[in-house]
C-alpha cells in the first residue's frame, strides 16, 4: 500500500491546481463541463475496462454492487420520508442530493493510488450499482419533482429513462466489461495499452475537474436545507459503513473489502446531479453548492478513518 499521506496531499495539490486555474481565468467553470464530458466519455470508461475485465470473481463480491443499490433505494427513501413537506422543487433538489456517489471522478484516483489493482476491483463493482442508483433512482427521483414536469403536465417517460441508461458510456463499459470477464476473451494488445493510456488519464483530469466546480462562496439563507442533506447523508453513511466494517466476518470479507465498503459510502454527491439539476430545471447553484461541501467533508473523513482503520 502506498503511503496515505503523500496520496492526499498530491491529490489535494491536483485539485488546488485545478481551482487555480479558475481563479486565474485560465480555464472557467464552464469548461469544467467538457472536462466533465471527457472524463464521462472516454477516460472513465477506460478505468473500468482496465478493471473490471480483470476482476477474479468471487461469491463474496457480488455484495458490493447489492449494498449500493440497495443503500441507494435506502437514501431515496429517508430522504422522501425527511423532505416530504418541503415545497416540490425543494423536496426534489434534497433528494437528489442525497442519492448516489462520486466514485469514477473522486474515489477512483484515491484508491488507485493507495491500494492499486487490489482496491480497484472492489471499488469498481460497488461503482457498478452506484451508476444504476444514479441513472435510475436518482434520475426517477429528480424527474418526478422537476419544475418543468409539473410546469408542463410532462409524464415520467420510463422509455426515455432506459434509452439515457443504455447511452450512458460508463454503465455501457461495464455490460462490456463484464461480458470481456465472463467469456475469457483476451483484449488484443495495442487495445490493451490504448486503454491503458486513457486510464492514467483519469485520475489527474478527475481531479483537477473537483478543482474547477470548487467554490466557497455559499448562500445564507439556505444553510438549514443544506445541513439536513448533508446530515442524512454522513450519518446513515458513517452507521452503515461502521456497522459492516464491523459486522461482515472477518474469515469471508479481508479487511480491504470491509474498509472500503465503510469509504464508499461517504463519497461525495456524485457530479451528475449537476447535468440532472440543469436538465430538470432545479436550482444549479443550490446543487452545486452540496457538492462542493461533500467533496471537502468526504475528503476529510475518508483520510481519518484511513488512518484509524491502519491503526
Known amino acids: 500500500m502506498a503511503d496515505v499521506n503523500l496520496i492526499f496531499f498530491l491529490s489535494i495539490l491536483i485539485i488546488a491546481i485545478g481551482y487555480l486555474v479558475k481563479k486565474l481565468h485560465i480555464l472557467k467553470e464552464k469548461d469544467g463541463e467538457t472536462i466533465a464530458k471527457i472524463i464521462f466519455n472516454i477516460t472513465l470508461p477506460a478505468v473500468i475496462l482496465k ?16 449494498i449500493s443499490i440497495t443503500f441507494g433505494f435506502l437514501m431515496a ?10 415545497p416540490s422543487q ?9 442519492i448516489g456517489f462520486s466514485v469514477g471522478n473522486f474515489f477512483f484516483p484515491l484508491v488507485e493510488g493507495i491500494w492499486g489493482q487490489a482496491g480497484m476491483q472492489y471499488v469498481t463493482l460497488f461503482d457498478a450499482g452506484n451508476a444504476f442508483t444514479i441513472f435510475f433512482t ?7 419533482y422537476s419544475p418543468k414536469n409539473r410546469e408542463n403536465e410532462v409524464k415520467l417517460d420510463f422509455k426515455f429513462i432506459l434509452r439515457k441508461l443504455l447511452k450512458s458510456a460508463p454503465l455501457l463499459s461495464y455490460i462490456i466489461a463484464l461480458v470481456i470477464n465472463f467469456s475469457g476473451i483476451i483484449i488484443p494488445y495495442f487495445f490493451s495499452e490504448l486503454i491503458d493510456v486513457l486510464a492514467r488519464a483519469n485520475t489527474a ?11 466557497f462562496k455559499f448562500r445564507k439563507n439556505e444553510w438549514i436545507s443544506i445541513i439536513k442533506v448533508l446530515v442524512l447523508r454522513y450519518s446513515v453513511g458513517l452507521l452503515m459503513g461502521l456497522g459492516l466494517f464491523f459486522l461482515l466476518p472477518p474469515n469471508i470479507f479481508n479487511p480491504l473489502f470491509r474498509i472500503l465498503i465503510s469509504l464508499s459510502l461517504i463519497l461525495p454527491v456524485g457530479l451528475s ?3 440532472f439539476s440543469v436538465e430538470n430545471g432545479y436550482d444549479q447553484k443550490f446543487v452545486t453548492m452540496i457538492a462542493n461541501l461533500t467533496i471537502v467533508i468526504s475528503f476529510g473523513l475518508i483520510w481519518v478513518l484511513i488512518l484509524i482503520f491502519n491503526g
Open 90 to 98: 425543494m423536496k426534489g433538489t434534497m433528494i437528489m442530493t442525497s
Open 273 to 275: 446531479v449537476i447535468p
Open 205 to 215: 483530469l478527475a481531479l483537477i475537474l473537483l478543482g474547477i466546480f470548487l467554490h
Open 77 to 86: 427513501f429517508l430522504a422522501f420520508l425527511f423532505f416530504r413537506k418541503y
Open 51 to 66: 478493471f473490471a475485465t480483470t476482476i477474479k470473481f468471487e461469491l463474496p463480491l457480488i455484495l458490493l454492487p447489492i
Open 138 to 144: 436518482c434520475y426517477i427521483m429528480a424527474s418526478i
